[in-house]
């Protein structure tokens, strides 16, 4: 089956451009869009790096699981969500160059805005304005960064941070 990402807020481009940043993320996605794989038939073929692509995938919504039985284990399989992307957005020339820029800066920079947003919300700051001024980006730069991490959430005009499985 055909499905198709519809992107109408420009922020929703980060986790699809964040989906083939390095070549490992886009074997890891290309072979998941071919068949169903494990986690640990990811990790075998690709190491930790192929596990982390599948962490970031899982938490974009980028891909789809289902239990596969495999003699006496049952482990959960993960496959593409989707199969095409249309974008239908029109904005204005700075909103998408703080998507891009999010989307783009070297995980050196982002694991440190990351932390910062982090922090922000652990000390009860959950506001995306009141975030996004205390970080110094725009409302756009934080809902982009808080795209592509893995430990949080946008949810209505509040940050959260996700929690932690086990």
């Known amino acids: 089956m055909s499905r198709v990402k519809v992107i ?18 886009r074997d ?32 974009m919504k980028l891909v789809e699981t289902r239990w596969q039985h495999t003699g006496r284990e049952t482990r959960k399989a993960y496959h593409t969500y989707y199969s095409e992307v249309h974008i239908d957005a029109s904005v204005p ?5 703080d998507v891009l820029y999010a989307a783009m800066i070297d995980e050196e920079e982002f694991k440190s805005l990351e932390q910062e947003i982090l922090e ?8 995306a304005n009141d975030v996004s001024k205390k970080i110094g980006h ?11 991490s893995v430990q949080l959430n946008y949810k209505g ?7 932690k499985e086990g």
């Open 28 to 59: 890891v996605y290309t072979d998941l869009a071919e068949d169903w794989k494990t986690e640990e038939e990811i990790e075998e073929e690709y190491g930790e790096e192929g596990k982390n692509a599948l962490k970031l995938f899982d938490k």
């Open 138 to 148: 725009s409302v756009t730069t934080l809902k982009s960064l808080v795209k592509r």
């Open 157 to 163: 005009h509040r940050i959260e941070e996700v929690k």
């Open 93 to 97: 020339i700075d909103k998408i160059s």
């Open 120 to 127: 922000s919300v652990r000390e009860g700051d959950t506001f």
């Open 8 to 25: 109408k807020d420009v922020s929703e481009m980060v986790p699809i451009l964040r989906a083939v940043s390095t070549k490992t993320k």
